[in-house]
């Protein structure tokens, strides 16, 4: 199932992506939201189903209207660094031997059109393609008879934008240049875990006012999505609802000769996952 949320911000009703990819269903007779409540339920995503093979759900009239992130109430949003060979080599860094780990509040989380606002004083700002995971039922110590995969709900498009003067150089951690307001729009839609077999063999591509930036693949991840949800369940506990971001393929600014085309106010950013969707921002100053 292709899940989303429509409606303005605070305001979205849950809906379904029929399986034309072109009509959308109301699902707000059946659920309240698309959040981990539900997707740790599997009575209700299973009514879900059966009221879409069924043709009961009615129409949704969303003409114009704004899709907002495809999961409500996230809790938090764990973020995995350098985790593609080609990233890691376009950066000049050495392929980490554990996954790179760090946060970005819920909060920074936008809907897949929303417009993204360049921080004041940036002269960084980057764009960076990612399939994002999220998690389905409570992760802990996952151990390594079990499998990762069945802890994931479905997977989305997300664009981990960041700001490389404020995380790099400006001292301490990363989280400087990647808690900015609007760095990460998510969706349009929370596909389903069971119509993504293999989220190994995903391409993603990302593209700065109509040129391609990023071409890659999910088959060039350093550490995979089974690895990674495994690695964080030792640190951190994973809630229903929660969102990986597994980091991005080569092509972002910081990996190209100078002068680097970092994003300014006025740029648009396209990006997508094979089968997940396509997102599209305007980047506006803040």
């Known amino acids: ?160 934008v960041s700001e490389r003067e404020f995380q790099i150089e400006r001292g301490g951690t990363w989280d400087k240049g990647k808690n900015c307001e609007t760095f990460n729009p998510l969706g349009p839609w929370l596909v389903t875990s069971d119509e993504v077999p293999d989220p190994q063999t995903l391409g993603l591509r990302l593209w700065v006012n109509g040129e391609l930036k990023q071409h890659g693949t999910t088959a060039d991840q350093i550490f995979t999505v089974a690895e990674v949800v495994r690695y964080v369940s030792r640190f951190m506990t994973l809630y229903p609802g929660d969102v990986i971001n597994t980091g991005t393929p080569a092509g972002v600014a910081l990996g190209q000769p100078e002068p680097k085309p970092y994003l300014r106010a006025g740029d648009v950013v396209e990006a997508e996952v094979e089968g997940l969707g396509r997102q599209r921002q305007e980047f506006k100053p803040a």
Not at 116 to 134: C, F, G, I, M
């Open 1 to 160: 199932m292709k899940l989303l949320r429509v409606g303005r911000p605070g305001e979205e009703r849950p809906a379904l992506l029929d399986r034309d990819g072109i009509t959308l269903r109301d699902l707000s007779g059946l659920v309240a939201d698309i959040d981990g409540g539900l997707l740790a339920d599997s009575v209700a995503l299973n009514r879900i189903r059966a009221a879409a093979d069924a043709g009961e759900l009615p129409v949704l009239d969303a003409d114009g209207a704004r899709i907002g992130p495809p999961v409500a109430r996230i809790g938090k949003v764990v973020c995995i660094g350098l985790n593609y060979h080609g990233h890691a080599a376009e950066t000049g860094a050495e392929p980490p031997a554990e996954p790179v780990v760090f946060l970005k509040a819920a909060d920074t989380v936008v809907g897949p059109y929303d417009t993204v606002l360049v921080p004041r004083h940036s002269v960084k700002t980057d764009w960076e393609v990612e399939l994002a995971v999220v998690i389905g039922c409570t992760a802990r110590y996952v151990g390594d008879d079990e499998d990762p995969l069945s802890y994931v709900a479905g997977y989305a498009v997300a664009h981990d």
